[in-house]
C-alpha cells in the first residue's frame, strides 16, 4: 500500500467517480474524507457519504464523512476546518463534485450559472487556498482536478459547464506553476470515453460495450499520487493516458456488464 499513511479528501465522493476514486486510494493505503451532499439514502441517485466512508473502513482504512454543499462558502470553509481537525493535514485533494447545466447559454438562468462557477470552479480555489499551506508546511502533496485538457473547441455546447471546467484546468495548471519546486503537484485528468456511473446510466446516452468501470479514473488517480510531487505535476491527462503510463494497457478487468 504506497498511500500508507496519506489522507485523502475527495469531493463528490458519495458516488460515481468520487466514490470509486475514494475507494481506490483506501486500496493503496490512504484514510480518505468523504465529502458530498447526499447524507441518506432514498434520493433520486443511489448513494450517501455515510455507505462510502463504510465501504472505505470495511478496507481497514479510516474515513470521515462530512456533509458539505460546495456551492457555500460556509461549507467549504468547515469542511477544511473539520479535515484539518480531523487528521492534522491533508495529502491529496480530488476536485471532483461537478455541476452541469446542458442548457444553451441564452436559457440558462443567473443563478444556475452561478452554481457551476461556484461548484466546478471556486469550491477548488477555495479547498486549494486552504489546504496547500498545511502541503507546504510538510513538503508533499497532490493536487488532482478532474477537468480536460485546455481547447480551443470547449466553447461549443454547454457552453457554462465547459467555460467552468476549462477554467479550473487553467487554475490547476497555473497552481501547478506557482509551487514548481515546492513538493506540491497539481494535475488535471478527464475520463477518455464514458464510465459507469450512475449519472452515465441515468441519460441513457451510452454504448454498453464500450462502457468501462468508473475505477479506471480511481486507478489513474492512484498512480498520480505516487508520483514525486516535484516532478509530476503541471499535466492535463486522459484517465487511459495515466494507465498506459502505469503498463496496464489490457482493460479487461474494467469491462462493465450492459
Known amino acids: 500500500m504506497s498511500l500508507e499513511g496519506r489522507v485523502a479528501l475527495v469531493t ?22 468523504v465529502a458530498a451532499r447526499t447524507e441518506a439514502a432514498g434520493g433520486r441517485a443511489p448513494g450517501t457519504i455515510h455507505e462510502t466512508a463504510a465501504a472505505i473502513e470495511a478496507l481497514g482504512r479510516r474515513a470521515l464523512a462530512v456533509r458539505c454543499d460546495l456551492n457555500v462558502e ?8 473539520t479535515a484539518l481537525a480531523s487528521f492534522g493535514k491533508v495529502d491529496i485533494l480530488v476536485n471532483n463534485a461537478a455541476a452541469r447545466v446542458q442548457t444553451p447559454l441564452l ?8 452554481l457551476m462557477m461556484n461548484i466546478n470552479l471556486r469550491s477548488s480555489y477555495l479547498l486549494m487556498r486552504g489546504l496547500v499551506p498545511k502541503m507546504l508546511e510538510q513538503g508533499w502533496g497532490h493536487l488532482v482536478t478532474i477537468s480536460p485538457a485546455l481547447s480551443a473547441e470547449a466553447g461549443r455546447g454547454a457552453i457554462g459547464f465547459n467555460i467552468s471546467k476549462q477554467s479550473a484546468t487553467m487554475l490547476t495548471l497555473g497552481l501547478a506553476r506557482e509551487l514548481a519546486g515546492k513538493g506540491v503537484a497539481a494535475n488535471c485528468l478527464q475520463p477518455q470515453g464514458q464510465r459507469d456511473t450512475w449519472s452515465t446510466r441515468f441519460t441513457g446516452n451510452f454504448d454498453p460495450s464500450r462502457l468501462l468501470s468508473a475505477d479506471v479514473m480511481g486507478d489513474a488517480i492512484v498512480h498520480v499520487c505516487n508520483q514525486d510531487p516535484n516532478t509530476y505535476t503541471g499535466r492535463a491527462l486522459s484517465d487511459l493516458d495515466v494507465l498506459k503510463e502505469a503498463g496496464i494497457t489490457d482493460l479487461a478487468r474494467y469491462r462493465v456488464e450492459s
Open 12 to 33: 463528490g465522493s458519495s458516488r460515481g467517480l468520487g466514490r470509486a476514486t475514494a475507494l481506490c486510494l483506501a486500496r493503496d493505503g490512504a484514510d480518505v474524507i
Open 107 to 114: 436559457d440558462t438562468p443567473p443563478a444556475r450559472w452561478d
Open 74 to 81: 460556509a461549507d467549504v470553509e468547515s469542511l477544511i476546518e
